[in-house]
């Protein structure tokens, strides 16, 4: 899982890397108008809200600081995945997941395991988004499996033999 995680991380910021800074702020029609930045703050945000409720056991993802300058600068933004990437390894544990739904609390159980699991698969999800952002902004010669789950790459292996 956690290698799986820093892989996945580590392809991101290469990818991030080879697009202009404008290409990454400008929002894109074909992502709503967001931009390849937002997406990138969003996945880092949710990362970092993780990360930061460790320690207390509660991650609350709603709890978000979104911080304009990761999702205008590109650099800052692969730095922060940097950072993940340094702490994102931690031994599992219980821990609480607090999401607010019109306008009422609720409060589950989960664990650490799980909620990196579930940023992983969050990640690549939006790395499928910011796939169809890049095709229409800069046409890079992106790695086949950006944006695609483990899953599907294995499933498509077998599917080959």
């Given at each position: ?44 945000e949710?990362f ?59 409060v ?54």
């Amino acid at each position: 899982m956690f290698k799986t995680t820093l892989q996945t991380l580590e392809q991101f910021k290469v990818v991030l890397l080879q697009i202009t800074e404008n290409d990454f702020s400008t929002p894109c029609s074909v992502l709503s108008d967001t931009s390849i930045g937002q997406h990138t703050r969003h996945v880092i945000e949710l990362f970092q809200c993780l990360i930061k409720g460790y320690d207390h056991g509660m991650v609350n993802y709603d709890d978000r600081k979104r911080d304009k300058r990761i999702e205008q600068e590109r650099d800052f933004a692969v730095l922060k995945i940097n950072e993940i990437q340094n702490s994102i390894e931690k031994e599992d544990k219980l821990m609480m997941l607090e999401q607010c739904f019109d306008q009422e609390k609720n409060v589950i159980t989960s664990n650490y395991y799980r909620e990196v699991i579930y940023n992983l698969e969050h990640t690549i999800h939006h790395k499928a988004l910011i796939k169809i952002g890049i095709n229409h902004l800069c046409k890079l010669d992106l790695p086949a499996s950006f944006g695609i789950a483990p899953s599907t790459i294995e499933y498509k292996k077998q599917c080959v033999q």
